[in-house]
């Protein structure tokens, strides 16, 4: 069982930035996969970035969105995976969730997809104003 808890969530104005971090539980398995999903009101879970955590694991994938905006890093001797927004626009505003799966690294080596995924945090709101 993996355990994920998001935290820095805020209210910011429009040009604003936030840092998101997402705690997990130690991964067994040496390839794993973890993204950060927007869900605003009425919405289905929208891809955001995804990075690959483990052995050897290097890549990172953003949506068309966040690219050239925000950035995904991990800290692997902390277990966490952190998620920099810059830049922010009211449209980014929305729960953002973190999610990880556990049986290797990122599909395809593209942003990943909500149904790749088993095991979600709580998530954070993200509250962007003109």
């Known amino acids: 069982q993996v355990q994920l808890k998001e935290s820095g969530g805020g209210s910011v104005q429009a040009g604003g930035s936030l840092r998101l971090s997402c705690i997990h539980s130690?991964?067994?398995?040496?390839?794993?996969?973890l993204s950060w999903f927007r869900q605003s009101p009425g919405k289905e879970h929208e891809g955001v970035a995804s990075?690959?955590?483990?052995?050897?694991?290097?890549?990172?994938y953003y949506s068309d969105s966040a690219k050239g905006r925000f950035t995904i890093t991990r800290d692997n001797a902390k277990n966490t995976v952190y998620l920099q927004m810059t830049r922010l626009r009211p449209e980014d505003t929305g729960i953002y969730s973190c999610?990880?799966?556990?049986?290797?690294?990122?599909?395809?080596?593209?942003?990943?997809?909500?149904?790749?995924?088993?095991?979600w945090g709580q998530g954070t709101q993200v509250s962007v104003s003109l």
């Open positions: 130690e991964f067994v398995h040496p390839y794993n996969c």
């Open positions: 999610a990880a799966r556990v049986d290797g690294f990122c599909l395809n080596e593209r942003l990943q997809k909500p149904d790749e995924f088993s095991y």
């Open positions: 990075i690959e955590v483990g052995v050897g694991g290097r890549d990172s």
